[in-house]
């Protein structure tokens, strides 16, 4: 089921499950301009928050909605032509190669990007990954997944930026199936 395309109510609080950084920005905003209205006792205040607080609400889901369709597009491609990596065997000199992983969930971040951070464990290591939709209905901590996506850089300081030889590599993840 396609997380925005329809705008029912469930798919609304599926969405702000699963991006809280839009929802609490969304809540945060919607807040001040109420707030600013009562106490200045001016309605156009209101008013002109309006479009502000829409972007806020339409944005987050047209953003989901594109990498949504951005994953359902890669997702076979790399399902029909990858065969599983061992955590272990994924090293700086793989950058930018296709990866597929299989592994046990350890945890799940939502922080204040709108994208899920997500840590898996196999035998012989631990990895980061960054996906650009959400985890599968049901995925949770512990599960066994099978991960897609490509090796880039994890740095160990400052996240996207950082020193440039103290980086280890982590998961721009496009997809993930629950095993």
Same mark, same amino acid.
């Given at each position: 089921m396609? &997380? =925005?395309?329809?705008?029912?109510l469930?798919?609304i609080?599926?969405h702000a499950?699963t991006m809280?950084? *839009?929802t609490l920005?969304?809540?945060?905003?919607? *807040?001040?301009?109420i707030?600013a %209205?009562?106490?200045? +006792?001016?309605?156009?205040?209101?008013?002109?928050?309006?479009?502000f607080i829409i972007a806020? %609400?339409?944005?987050p889901?047209?953003?989901?909605s &594109? $990498?949504?369709?951005?994953s359902?597009?890669?997702?076979p491609?790399?399902?029909?032509?990858?065969?599983?990596?061992?955590?272990g065997?994924i %090293?700086?000199?793989m950058l $930018?190669?296709? !990866?597929?992983?299989e @592994?046990? =969930?350890?945890?799940?971040i939502?922080?204040?990007? /709108?994208?899920?951070?997500?840590?898996?464990?196999?035998d012989?290591?631990?990895?980061? %990954?960054?996906?650009? !939709?959400?985890l599968?209905? @049901? =995925?949770?901590k512990?599960?066994?997944? *099978?991960?897609? #996506?490509? =090796?880039?850089?994890h740095y160990?300081?400052?996240g996207f &930026? @950082?020193? /440039?030889?103290?980086?280890? /590599? +982590?998961?721009? #993840?496009i997809?993930?199936?629950?095993?």
């Amino acid at each position: 089921m396609h &997380m =925005v395309k329809k705008f029912n109510l469930n798919n609304i609080l599926r969405h702000a499950k699963t991006m809280p950084s *839009a929802t609490l920005s969304l809540i945060i905003w919607s *807040a001040i301009a109420i707030w600013a %209205t009562i106490m200045s +006792k001016n309605i156009w205040i209101l008013v002109c928050s309006i479009p502000f607080i829409i972007a806020l %609400t339409l944005i987050p889901l047209k953003i989901s909605s &594109m $990498n949504y369709d951005i994953s359902q597009e890669l997702l076979p491609k790399y399902e029909n032509t990858l065969s599983t990596t061992k955590i272990g065997n994924i %090293t700086k000199e793989m950058l $930018n190669q296709k !990866v597929k992983v299989e @592994g046990t =969930v350890e945890k799940i971040i939502y922080g204040i990007s /709108p994208k899920p951070t997500i840590k898996i464990r196999d035998d012989t290591g631990e990895i980061y %990954t960054l996906l650009i !939709v959400p985890l599968p209905e @049901g =995925v949770k901590k512990g599960d066994k997944i *099978a991960l897609y #996506g490509i =090796v880039s850089k994890h740095y160990k300081y400052f996240g996207f &930026m @950082g020193i /440039p030889k103290l980086w280890k /590599p +982590k998961i721009f #993840g496009i997809g993930v199936d629950k095993l």
